[in-house]
């Protein structure tokens, strides 16, 4: 008896020490995101990575998104810092690529590549060496947001000419409705604003002739979209230049106003608030019925690898994961952020017309063209834009003084 004693126990023994031998071998990984409001949906998407690859573990970490690029940076510099990266694009990207931080993608590590568009690829491309460093994870698009409930009750209709704007914004106004609540306090709105309510105006004639340097910022199709702007300004929330963001958000929220121009990824934030929201979409709007109707897009950000990392074979299988139409449409219609992943399969109404209104579109121009070196034309269009909106500068004047910035290191500006 006692030596079956000591057989079971040795084999108890072993048997311990065979799972803690299987326990120990499982990677893990750290993924880092400034995404705090979707940790929920990723704490769920990294289950089911591991149903999919058991003896891999992701621990999924977030910080504030003014803090995360230098809590990155600094890490990243020290040769610490996660296994996996969401990372910022364009310029941002530039900023940890440069320095060797990020390991480089292909085709061949990295298959699923091929799900993307190239302008898509092209946001997460380092231009010195024209190599990809992360996976593109959402396509976001400047437009107007508007309540449907007000329109209706109001009894108009989303507007297709500029004309037909400005009358819908005074018929609002005329039954004391606040048009748009927007405000210009906090500095990157206008931004936003510029590129939701003028892209139609401006055209992708523009951005060509701008990138070639055959026109610049005081080109008169840019100083006219801006005298627009200023006009269509007076719809905007009550004494809106001291209005910041947080408060136009809220104004909208509350269904205290009917338009919001800003980014598709307000939707979802605006139905979380709110769920009685009955939300739509439209394009800027067009100044002749015959012109192009625009959006301005932009690919916000992707998930990368740490060049340091000691587990990167882990790391880019669950990045490879993230580049399938799988996830694509999960991300898609759990978060309602449009997911640049060909083939993924959209449920909600409102995100398929947002995806409808990409297709014609032109860049978000100053992130994707100007911020990659100082002044950033996003810091130039925004604060001068801010001062035109306050009365402080005329459109020539803002036209003028956001010329003057980038032709500091622009070339075909410098002719």
Not at 169 to 186: E, R
Not at 206 to 233: M, Q
Not at 307 to 318: L, R, Y
Request: proline letters at 5%; zero cysteines; a neutral charge.
């Amino acid at each position: 008896m006692k030596l079956t004693r000591r057989l079971l126990l040795g084999v108890a023994a072993g048997g311990y020490l065979l799972s803690a031998g299987a326990a120990m071998a499982k990677t893990e990984l750290t993924f880092w995101s400034w995404r705090q409001e979707d940790k929920a949906f990723y704490n769920d998407i990294i289950k089911k990575f591991q149903e999919k690859e058991p003896d891999i573990s992701v621990k999924f970490e977030t910080f504030a998104p003014e803090n995360y690029q230098t809590i990155l940076s600094t890490a990243l510099a020290a040769g610490r810092g996660p296994d996996v990266i969401q990372v910022r694009a364009y310029g941002n990207l530039e900023t940890i690529a440069t320095p060797g931080y990020l390991l480089a993608l292909d085709k061949q590590t990295v298959p699923e590549l091929a799900n993307f568009p190239d302008a898509a690829l092209a946001a997460e491309t380092l231009r010195a060496d024209g190599k990809v460093y992360a996976v593109p994870f959402a396509t976001q698009t400047m437009l107007v947001i508007y309540n449907n409930k007000i329109f209706k009750d109001a009894g108009v209709q989303p507007p297709q000419t500029w004309d037909e704007m400005m009358k819908l914004a005074q018929t609002l106004k005329s039954k004391n409705i606040t048009p748009f609540a927007n405000g210009t306090s906090t500095a990157w709105q206008n931004e936003t604003i510029v590129a939701a309510l003028l892209s139609s105006m401006l055209g992708k004639q523009f951005e060509e002739d701008i990138v070639s340097g055959k026109a610049n910022f005081t080109d008169p199709r840019f100083v006219n979209a801006l005298a627009k702007l200023k006009d269509i300004s007076q719809y905007f929330a009550p004494n809106f230049t001291g209005v910041d963001y947080a408060s136009s958000q809220q104004l909208f929220v509350a269904g205290r106003a009917a338009m919001f121009a800003g980014g598709s990824f307000e939707v979802a934030n605006f139905k979380k608030q709110n769920p009685t929201l009955e939300l739509g979409v439209f394009a800027s709007p067009v100044e002749k019925p015959s012109d192009e109707r625009l959006v301005a897009r932009y690919y916000d950000g992707g998930y990368a690898v740490n060049a340091k990392t000691d587990k990167k074979d882990a790391a880019i299988k669950f990045v490879r994961f993230l580049a399938t139409p799988e996830y694509g449409t999960l991300f898609t219609n759990e978060l309602k952020n449009l997911s640049p992943i060909k083939g993924i399969k959209i449920e909600d109404p409102l995100t398929q017309g947002i995806a409808k209104l990409a297709e014609g579109a032109m860049s978000y121009l100053m992130l994707v063209r100007f911020r990659y070196q100082e002044p950033s034309g996003s810091v130039l269009l925004q604060s001068n834009v801010q001062k035109m909106l306050a009365g402080q500068q005329t459109p020539e004047q803002a036209a003028a003084e956001i010329n003057k910035g980038i032709a500091t290191y622009y070339k075909p500006f410098q002719k």
